[in-house]
């Protein structure tokens, strides 16, 4: 079982659509991470949260906008994608700053939510 | 430039076999290095990481990993494969990042098939 948990596992939507991807972890962890996985490619990072405010955002279109809401949820809201928008989304937490020495820690992932776009 | 390189798309080997997926890296600095697995539509899942002190690493499933740092190498290892263990393996490097985060660099992948 993962300790981090994402909803739906599978969302199929048209290009017009507003949905949401929903994370949450209980690990304590203070840093919280979105990354978009194409198939057999390794993840790419979009947005890190840390001590729920946005710290980074790896030059992201809009059409994805991210929200923390406290520290153990982690959202993506999701309008007028495009087709090439389609992949895994991962969420993935850590230790944050203030936590120990971050870079020597793992982040933990979720199973992530497949993203279709019709 | 810092960056990871996973030299083989697939490694095919059979079961009761050892195996071995490669990885070597390029940063500036010591090297946080880490393995990750990825079984099919799952997350990745954390096996072990090499910070500092001994160069062979013990971590989950029964797999190792061995720093080497004039060969700036750190190929994952396990001593008898299991068909169980076929599934998409990650190298990364975690870097330090503006804020005081952590950022993983990540290889291409290797695909491991591991042949009953």
């Known amino acids: 079982d993962t300790e981090v948990t994402q909803t739906p596992k599978h969302l199929v939507m048209g290009m017009t659509n507003k949905k949401s991807l929903k994370c949450e972890q209980h690990?304590?962890?203070?840093?919280m991470y979105w990354y978009k996985q194409k198939a057999k490619k390794p993840p790419e990072l979009m947005f890190v949260?840390?001590?729920?405010?946005?710290?980074i955002n790896e030059s992201v279109p809009s059409r994805f906008s991210p929200e923390c809401p406290n520290s153990s949820l982690l959202n993506l809201h999701l309008h007028a994608l495009q087709p090439e928008d389609s992949a895994l989304y991962l969420c993935?937490?850590?230790?944050?700053?203030?936590?120990?020495?971050?870079?020597?820690?793992?982040?933990?992932f979720g199973d992530g939510t497949r993203l279709s776009i019709l | 430039a810092q960056s990871v390189a996973q030299p083989e798309d697939q490694v095919n080997v059979a079961e009761g076999n050892p195996l071995t997926v490669k990885c070597t890296y390029s940063v500036s600095g010591n090297p946080y290095l880490f393995w990750y697995v990825q079984y099919p539509n799952r997350g990745l899942q954390f096996l072990l990481k090499?910070?500092?002190?001994?160069?062979l690493v013990k971590g989950s499933y029964g797999f190792e990993a061995e720093f080497n740092k004039s060969q700036t190498s750190f190929h994952l290892k396990k001593p008898s494969a299991l068909v169980s263990d076929s599934a998409l393996y990650f190298c990364a490097v975690s870097l330090p990042f503006s804020g005081g985060y952590n950022k993983l660099i990540f290889g291409a992948g290797t695909r491991l098939a591991v042949h009953p």
């Open positions: 949260y840390s001590y729920e405010k946005l710290s």
């Open positions: 090499y910070i500092t002190g001994d160069n």
């Open positions: 993935a937490s850590s230790h944050g700053p203030g936590q120990g020495s971050s870079i020597n820690q793992p982040q933990h």
């Open positions: 690990m304590g962890h203070r840093a």
